[in-house]
């Protein structure tokens, strides 16, 4: 698996969140950020059918493919990395995904606590 330089909620070397889908602001495989990434898509969330309908209901649209952008589509069970707003969002809502806290982006804790995170840490396998 390749590392990265950006640091996971635990101060250790981000690992992936996925590459089928292709996920991440900059479209590598990671929920590393920087500057450009308005939306900090720095929280690794495993996909959840009630997550997709709650956050196409609240403007963006996660499940339709976009082609012309890259963007197959998500389903139940996808790797995603999500702006930290929008899963304090869904948090609060009672909706929040699972979280890959190894490939959850140390900037996420600047909007979600570590706790609250590791209360939806995913765990393979369940």
């Known amino acids: 698996m390749k590392m990265y330089d950006d640091k996971n909620v635990f101060g ?4 992936p969140c996925s ?3 292709m996920t991440g602001f900059f479209r590598d495989g990671c929920c590393n950020t920087g500057s450009d990434d308005a939306g ?8 959840t059918a009630e997550f997709l309908e709650f956050s196409r209901n609240h403007g963006n649209d996660l499940s339709t493919p976009v082609p012309e952008y890259r963007f197959p589509g998500l389903k139940p069970g996808d790797s995603w990395c999500l702006c930290a707003l929008r ?3 869904a948090l609060e809502a009672g909706c929040a995904p699972e979280v890959v806290l190894e490939a959850t982006h140390e ?7 570590l706790d609250e995170l590791v209360k939806y840490a995913w765990i ?3």
């Open 19 to 21: 590459t089928s889908p």
């Open 87 to 89: 899963w304090k969002e």
């Open 124 to 126: 393979e396998q369940r």
């Open 107 to 113: 900037k996420t804790l600047d909007y979600v606590s």
């Open 40 to 47: 900090r898509h720095t929280v690794c969330a495993v996909m």
């Open 12 to 15: 250790e070397a981000l690992i």
